[in-house]
C-alpha cells in the first residue's frame, strides 16, 4: 500500500511537473510520509524528477516539440548551479523556506494574470544574442535553487522565458523539462556523494512519475498554450495558498 501511495503521488507529480510546477510539493510528504529522513527524501525525489523529465523530453519530441540548442545553453549554467544548490540542500530551514516559496508563488500568479496580452505567436522568439545570455545567467540561479529544492521550479521558469525570450508556454514548458533533466544529474551526483538517496524508493515512485510526465507531455501539445496558462494558474494558486496558510 506504501509502494502505491508513491507511485500515485508520482504520477500526479509527473503529470503537474510537465504542465506546470510544484509536482515536488506532492512526492516530498508522500517520502518522508514513509519515513525517509527529509534530506534523504530530498535526494530521492530526485530520481523521479530526472527520471520525470526524461519521459516529458521524449514525449514533446514524439509530437515534434523541440527547443533544443537553446535548452542545451540554459541546462549548461543550470548544471553548475545545481551543484551549489544540492551542496547547500542539507541547511535548509523548513519554516523559512515556506515562507519565501509562498512569495515566490504569489508573484508569480501576479505576473501571469497581469501580464500584457501580446499574442506570443505574432512576435519573434529571442533565443539569441544578449537575450540568450540573460537567460543563462538567470538560469545558473535557477539551477542553485533547482539543487537545493527543486520544489516550484517550473513556476519560475515559466515566468522567465516568455518575459525574456517571448516563447509559449508550451515551448516554454518543453525547454523546462529538457534543463531540468539534465541539471538533475549534478544533484543526483551530489546526493549520491553525501549517501543521502535511496534507489529503491526513487525508482519505485518514479514509475508514477514516467507515467504522468508522458501522458502530460503529449496531451499538452495537443491542448496548446490555453490549457497550460489555465492549469498554470490553478497550480500557482493553490500552492501559494498551502504553503502560506497551512
Not at 535553487?145 to 521558469?157: C, D, E, L, P, S
Not at 517571448?166 to 546526493?191: D, G, H, W
Request: proline residues 2%; aromatic residues 12%.
Amino acid at each position: 500500500m506504501e509502494y502505491l501511495l508513491l507511485i500515485a503521488a508520482g504520477f500526479a507529480a509527473g503529470f503537474i511537473n510537465t504542465l506546470a510546477g510544484g509536482g515536488t510539493l506532492l512526492t516530498l510528504p508522500a517520502l518522508i510520509f514513509l519515513g525517509l529522513d527529509p534530506n534523504v527524501a530530498n535526494g530521492t525525489n530526485r530520481i523521479a524528477i530526472f527520471l520525470q523529465t526524461g519521459a516529458s523530453v521524449l514525449g514533446f519530441k514524439s509530437k515534434g516539440e523541440s527547443t533544443a540548442p537553446f535548452s542545451i545553453y540554459l541546462a549548461i549554467p543550470a548544471l553548475l548551479g545545481s551543484f551549489v544548490g544540492a551542496q547547500l540542500a542539507s541547511d535548509i530551514d523548513g519554516a523559512l523556506f515556506k515562507d519565501i516559496l509562498s512569495i515566490i508563488m504569489i508573484l508569480v500568479v501576479i505576473a501571469i494574470v497581469f501580464k500584457p496580452k501580446h499574442k506570443l505567436q505574432e512576435l519573434q522568439e529571442r533565443l539569441t544574442g544578449k537575450h540568450l545570455w540573460i537567460s543563462m545567467i538567470l538560469f545558473f540561479f535557477v539551477g542553485i535553487y533547482g539543487g537545493f529544492i527543486n520544489a516550484g521550479i517550473g513556476f519560475i521558469i515559466l515566468l522567465i522565458l516568455p518575459y525574456i525570450n517571448r516563447m509559449s508556454l508550451l515551448r516554454s514548458n518543453v525547454t523546462k523539462v529538457m534543463v531540468v533533466c539534465i541539471y538533475t544529474i549534478s544533484a543526483i551526483i551530489t546526493f549520491q556523494i553525501n549517501g543521502l538517496i535511496d534507489w529503491k524508493v526513487g525508482f519505485i515512485m518514479a514509475t508514477g512519475n514516467i507515467t504522468g510526465a508522458w501522458i502530460a507531455s503529449r496531451w499538452s501539445v495537443k491542448k496548446g498554450d490555453g490549457i497550460v496558462k489555465v492549469f498554470l494558474v490553478i497550480m500557482v494558486t493553490a500552492m501559494a495558498i498551502k504553503l502560506w496558510f497551512f
